[in-house]
């Protein structure tokens, strides 16, 4: 067991509440930023590359047919294989929320994907559901169960917004327990079926629960209706028989108190749980070890770190699991101003002392002199993951000077975005203004609303593969544009119509009419 303190010295305000660590192919990855920060990923994920006690994050890519992964916070996150003993190369994403604050209910696919080099690309789909399908929540949980040959996710808990009808202005942001209902979702077909079982009389968030083979374990939670967190142990027991599947509940003793605990895995039955609090005011600084067989579950005391004076008299931490009994949490310093760069962080190691130095499995002899990424990305999402092969490290000597590239710069002759007086425009802007990439030439950034680009044209520009010229440029795309052969149009005179237009039939007068008229 180990405590040390490392420092971010890159982006440390991606590492904020609500973060999620992905561990893929010995590498391990942060995903959910808080906003959109500066110098941010438009992926929203990062390489975590550990050395020397310093963590450096480094930008990450997805293949071409990748789905729009937006940056989730909260979500709930596991293992697509659901065996601690296989590698671990998908990931389950489910819900969670937004930059713009809003809760999701989709359900993405994560996936590594092997390349030549020595970079890991991702592939994103997102799985629709039917049916029953869970409202957009966060706070929650999900796992993968196995039985009979068939695989299904077992998604429960959280929390979510009032019901439309009972908010208004003053308790829109107001959240609630979501219904203790258990979602079963067979991954292969993406049908949801939601089961309310009689032992579940409650909500419960930010809950620990732990699978193996067709068992799930829930453990702890907080109940915000009543403000409290229960010392509750359940196990959902879920069979899956050619027909409708079957799944029941037992409330088992020697439960814990507790919430927004992580766990981390030892092997492949041993568990580890640590941090959270035992109340508002109190956080839980005691480790438990959990052993799981295939129909038991044991827990007992663990001995715990030797916690520094900043980690006791602390109120708030969080943090996530690393895989392989490592976890990475931080907490607020001393720092009166409370921006996000006054965080301390620091990695406990309950397995091999090697574990931390997996982070750092990517050389990176060749990426320090490398450029810096490019400011406003968040609306440049691309799929030519070759934009980024060689530009995917961070440059120091550039973090102070924003006056030649990046938000601030006058990006057409009527640009009047300024430093001083800029406001939010689009509801995805929290402290910078938006930016979209003009592909005219070499390509530079313009402000979006500068160009008069609508939110839902921002948005739709952002999530596909297309170019974009801005106002100064789009007659030179116009020229660009080759032209569709079309055949001439046949047309024909005014002579020649008059020509072919039948002549009147004159019928002749006789004489003895006209004699007639004029007596």
């Known amino acids: 067991m180990s405590l040390q303190m490392i420092s971010v010295t890159n982006n440390s305000s991606l590492i904020q509440p609500g973060f999620s660590l992905l561990r893929i192919k010995e590498q391990v990855f942060l995903f959910g930023q808080k906003g959109w920060p ?51 190369s998908q990931y389950l994403i489910h819900g969670g929320k937004t930059p713009n604050n809003e809760l999701s209910n989709k359900m993405y696919v994560m996936s590594a994907i092997d390349r030549t080099n020595k970079k890991t690309t991702f592939c994103c789909t997102e799985k629709e559901l039917e049916g029953d399908i869970p409202v957009g929540r966060y706070g929650h949980s999900i796992n993968v169960v196995h039985s009979r040959g068939k695989t299904m996710c077992v998604i429960f808990g959280g929390r979510s917004y009032m019901p439309q009808g009972q908010r208004n202005s003053e308790n829109w942001n107001s959240v609630e327990d979501c219904q203790p209902h258990v979602f079963l979702v067979d991954l292969e077909f993406g049908c949801s079926n939601s089961y309310a079982l009689p032992q579940l009389q409650s909500g419960f968030s930010f809950h620990v629960s732990l699978a193996r083979n067709n068992t799930v374990y829930i453990l702890g939670g907080h109940c915000l209706k009543s403000n409290c967190r229960p010392p509750t142990l359940y196990k959902l027991k879920i069979d899956l028989p050619l027909g409708s599947p079957s799944i029941s509940c037992t409330l088992l003793p020697g439960g814990l108190s507790l919430s927004s605990a992580i766990v981390t895995p030892i092997g492949s039955k041993d568990f580890v749980i640590v941090g959270g609090y035992e109340s508002d005011t109190l956080k839980r600084m005691v480790c438990h070890a959990i052993t799981l067989e295939d129909d038991s579950i044991e827990i007992s005391r663990k001995d715990s770190p030797d916690w520094t004076a900043e980690i006791k008299h602390g109120k708030i931490w969080f943090g996530s699991n690393m895989g392989n009994g490592a976890v990475l949490f931080g907490l607020p310093g001393d720092n009166k101003q409370q921006t996000p760069d006054a965080n301390n962080f620091y990695i406990l190691n309950f397995g091999e002392e090697k574990v931390t130095e997996d982070c750092n499995v990517v050389s990176t002899e060749d990426q320090e002199d490398s450029m810096p990424l490019e400011d406003s990305e968040e609306f440049y999402i691309t799929a030519d993951t070759s934009l980024y092969d060689d530009d995917d490290a961070y440059n120091s000597d550039d973090e102070e000077d924003e006056s030649e590239t990046g938000y601030w710069i006058t990006c057409s002759v009527g640009c009047d975005v300024d430093i001083n007086t800029w406001v939010p ?95």
């Open 425 to 519: 425009y689009y509801s995805t802007e929290l402290n910078k203004p938006a930016m979209i990439f003009c592909s005219n030439g070499e390509g530079h950034w313009v402000h979006a609303q500068c160009m008069d680009l609508s939110e839902s044209m921002l948005l739709n520009l952002s999530k596909e593969n297309s170019k974009y010229f801005c106002n100064d440029h789009c007659r030179v795309a116009m020229d660009m544009q080759t032209p569709k052969k079309v055949p001439p149009v046949k047309t024909t005179s005014m002579k020649a119509l008059h020509r072919k237009a039948p002549s009147k039939v004159r019928t002749p007068i006789k004489k003895s009419f006209l004699r007639r008229l004029f007596q």
């Open 38 to 88: 500066k110098r941010s990923c438009p992926t929203g994920v990062f390489l975590l590359d550990l050395k020397n006690n310093e963590l450096k994050l480094r930008p990450t890519t997805f293949s071409n047919d990748s789905c729009y992964l937006p940056p989730l916070r909260y979500p709930a996150v596991c293992n697509l294989t659901g065996d601690a003993e296989v590698e671990n």
